[in-house]
Nanobody
Framework: QVQPVESGGGLVQAGDSLRLSCAASGRTFSGYAMGWFRQSPGKEREFVAHIRWSGGTNYADSVKGRFTISRDNAKNTVYLQMNSLKPEDTAVYYC?????????????????WGQGTQVTVSS
């Protein structure tokens, strides 16, 4: 399987935490940076977090200090720990492999995308 597979979404209350997982095949994952994006109804897909193969990370300002991206290269898995969730974090969350080198925040830098996992935060 080439496409990553996300899991861990759900319905939570504001202030709660969730951990998303993104599992990929070794061929998809090994040596590549990975990213998380999200999309709400009526909005464009937006960047959330990025992690290099070496472990260096980048975050959108809206999630900085609340979300943490990490990876386990032995398990070909990327995680997104989301704390202090807000209603505005409600979206479908996607992980993807970054193949480009222009800008980690652009979806055009990514090729293989998962099917997404729904995160709903109630107030």
């Amino acid at each position: 399987q080439v496409q990553p597979v996300e899991s861990g979404g759900g319905l939570v209350q504001a202030g709660d935490s969730l951990r998303l997982s993104c599992a990929a095949s070794g061929r998809t994952f090994s040596g590549y940076a990975m990213g998380w994006f999200r999309q709400s109804p009526g909005k464009e897909r937006e960047f959330v977090a990025h992690i290099r193969w070496s472990g260096g990370t980048n975050y959108a300002d809206s999630v900085k200090g609340r979300f943490t991206i990490s990876r386990d290269n032995a398990k070909n898995t990327v995680y997104l720990q989301m704390n202090s969730l807000k209603p505005e974090d409600t979206a479908v969350y996607y992980c993807a492999r970054r193949y480009g080198s222009r800008w980690y925040g652009s979806s055009s830098d990514y090729d293989y995308w998962g099917q997404g996992t729904q995160v709903t935060v109630s107030s």
